[in-house]
């Protein structure tokens, strides 16, 4: 996905050139994502996750395998690209709350904290992988790297159908139409206020600082670099992130969580800014790599505190609406940061996006009081 990603936006805005192009990439996988997720969150709660799962990533692979022939057929031509994008995003709108509500089924629930930390690093080693590679292989064109990606989805799905680990006792599910049980996830995340405010507070740090979506814009025409460097500057937050991960998968935070978190925000919100004013691709990196840090400390917290306030029978469901507020944000984001950009410029879009993320960590200390005085995350019990 992150090859995918980084060829994607490269290749539209080498066609189109405006901000509003990279602002369209996103939003072309957000409304998908956002009419699927909560359906797909009640169909996770259903089926087994692994063959959903595995149905979506052969969807990706489909989608990857189209853009080969649009790179070889239509090669300057943005709207077929973006229409198959349409049809990624919705096999992400699938894919993504299973992948969420599955690691809580492949692990013992006293190693679920350290897991997590460790599948986040993983993650992210990938996140710094990906756009690296990307930038490597986009240099042999894009028939090249979408038929990789092809190829890596295809594995993926085969790879995810071996998962072990317990399935979700069908049992325990409560009867009722689809519709009462899709709202059943939406009702339990609003009465809970430290997993609302956990997500909600990464939807709007998440949506104000897109900064990773402008990349190509600072990448040719601020930072004059190339798809290389564009990669690399990609990969920056990941680093960050990574190093963070392998830090807590052998101490993960214990005390004054929730403070913890909002601290984290408002680190990612300054560093933000200071990508946004920096003309330096070194100063860029490191605001970058300190974004993904910092970013990576709040993932963490709030991943391990859904994954303890919520039962097993509800899992998809609230992986669906965390889903819905912080993974569809990036892509919101992404529209959001593009809009704003053609309007005001790149540089005053990420500014004014990282001075937002702090005035809401700000509000949310004060709208969300139990998530401010979390402290350890044995305190929070399922349902709270």
Do not use: K
Not at 138 to 166: D, K
Not at 277 to 293: K, R
């Amino acid at each position: 996905m992150q090859v995918q990603s980084l060829a994607i936006s490269w290749q539209i805005y080498d066609m189109e050139r405006t901000p509003l192009a990279l602002g369209l990439v996103g939003l072309c996988q957000f409304v998908p994502i956002f009419l699927l997720s909560l359906p797909a969150g009640e169909i996770a709660d259903r089926f087994d996750q692994r063959r959903v799962l595995a149905i979506a990533q052969l969807v990706q692979a489909l989608c990857a395998g189209l853009f080969v022939a649009c790179s070889v057929y239509t090669p300057h031509q943005a709207l077929p690209f973006y229409a198959i994008l349409v049809l990624f995003g919705a096999a992400r709108g699938f894919s993504e709350p299973c992948s969420q509500s599955l690691l809580a089924f492949l692990v013992p629930p006293d190693r679920l904290a350290r897991s997590i930390a460790l599948s986040s690093s993983v993650l992210t080693m990938t996140v710094i992988a990906g756009p690296a590679l990307g930038g490597f292989l986009f240099s042999a064109g894009p028939v090249t790297t979408y038929s990789i990606c092809l190829a890596s989805f295809v594995m993926a799905a085969g790879l995810t159908l071996t998962c072990g680990g317990r399935r979700l006792d069908h049992t325990v599910i409560a009867d009722g139409s689809r519709w009462a049980r899709v709202v059943e996830g939406i009702r339990f995340v609003r009465h809970r206020p430290i997993v609302l405010g956990a997500i909600s507070l990464d939807l709007f740090a998440v949506l104000l600082g897109g900064a990773v979506a402008l990349l190509p814009i600072f990448a040719r025409d601020i930072l004059h670099t190339g798809p290389m460097g564009l990669g690399i500057l990609r990969s920056a937050p990941a680093v960050g992130a990574a190093l963070v991960a392998f830090w807590l998968a052998r101490r993960p935070i214990e005390r004054h969580t929730g403070s913890r978190m909002f601290w984290a925000v408002a680190i990612f919100g300054v560093a933000t800014i200071i990508f946004g004013l920096s003309g330096n691709f070194y100063l860029s990196f490191a605001a970058l790599f300190v974004t993904g840090a910092a970013d990576m400390i709040s993932v963490f917290i709030r991943s391990s505190l859904i994954s303890t306030a919520t039962p097993d029978r509800m899992r998809g469901r609230v992986s669906a609406v965390n889903m819905l507020f912080v993974g569809a944000s990036n892509e919101l984001g992404g529209f959001e940061s593009g809009v704003t950009a053609a309007w005001f410029g790149a540089i005053p879009a990420v500014v004014w996006g990282g001075i937002g993320t702090l005035v809401v960590v700000g509000l949310w200390m004060r709208f969300f009081p139990p998530l401010r005085h979390v402290d350890r995350l044995s305190d929070v019990a399922p349902g709270a």
